[in-house]
């Protein structure tokens, strides 16, 4: 249900001409398995939980209006209650914003030839964009993104 609804979204979205084609643009993608524990597969499951939102909520739409299945359209019910609160769009954006500021870190520092100088660079760089999110330009944006993105719903 979720690729129908995403593909859906992509083909309105391509129509109106507010997404381009090409190579590599608006390829399938999926949420990510509950098992995946490296910090690189968290921050993707976000960037993915964020991108397919839309998708998602028409989902639980419909499986919660589809009276067939008591236990499944409860829970739907209960988790669109749940996935349209501002609470939940705003811990998501932050996750999505905080886990980008460190996944160049992650990344850099996985390496086994990475210097002690470039990961302290690296450390100090990350900090301060963490800074910068909480000083008061920083966390207007922030929080400027988070109510334009549940505008558009």
Not at 10 to 39: C, F, H, S, Y
Not at 40 to 47: D, F, L, N, P, R
């Amino acid at each position: 249900m979720l690729r129908v609804a995403q593909a859906q979204r992509i083909v309105e979205a391509l129509e109106l001409g507010d997404i381009e084609t090409g190579k590599g643009l608006n390829q399938e993608m999926g949420l990510g398995r509950p098992g995946d524990t490296r910090w690189g597969s968290h921050y993707k499951t976000v960037m993915h939980l964020v991108a397919l939102y839309p998708s998602i909520r028409k989902v639980l739409i419909m499986v919660g209006n589809d009276r067939s299945q008591k236990t499944e359209c409860s829970q739907a019910q209960t988790m669109l209650i749940i996935f349209k609160s501002y609470e939940f769009v705003f811990m998501a954006h932050l996750m999505q914003t905080i886990l980008g500021f460190t996944t160049d870190l992650n990344d850099a520092l996985q390496k086994k030839d990475q210097d002690i100088v470039n990961a302290v660079e690296l450390i100090s760089l990350t900090k301060m964009q963490m800074y910068a999110l909480w000083e008061d330009v920083g966390w207007e944006d922030f929080l400027k993104e988070v109510d334009s993105f549940l505008c558009q719903e």
